[in-house]
């Protein structure tokens, strides 16, 4: 049987930023997108989203997002809702 990957627990811990980075794959932003938004280059987040991928155990976007509901990471309209700390963008 082929292994899928544990996605139940994040292989390390994520970062700040990677937490920041997630929210914003979570409003659909490309990584171009998210590197002018948080004024850093796209290959840095491609380096970010990458690093997110190994941590979690994510193959695609979507994967990513599942889990990140799943784990109390993202809030997506009012379902399946966590206790996030709110910054200014949520504001």
């Known amino acids: ?17 990677e937490l920041e980075i997630i929210g914003l794959v979570a409003q ?6 998210i590197g002018e ?3 850093i280059s796209k290959r840095t987040v491609d380096n970010h989203v990458s690093n997110v991928f190994s941590k979690t155990g994510a193959k695609n976007r979507v994967a990513l997002l599942n889990w990140a509901m799943d784990h ?19 504001a």
């Open 1 to 17: 049987m082929a292994d899928r990957g544990d996605l139940s627990q994040p292989r390390l811990e994520l970062s700040e930023r």
């Open 37 to 39: 938004q948080l004024m």
């Open 28 to 33: 659909g932003l490309t990584n171009q997108e």
């Open 72 to 90: 109390g990471k993202i809030c997506r309209d009012g379902f399946n809702c966590c206790n996030l700390p709110r910054t200014d963008q949520q």
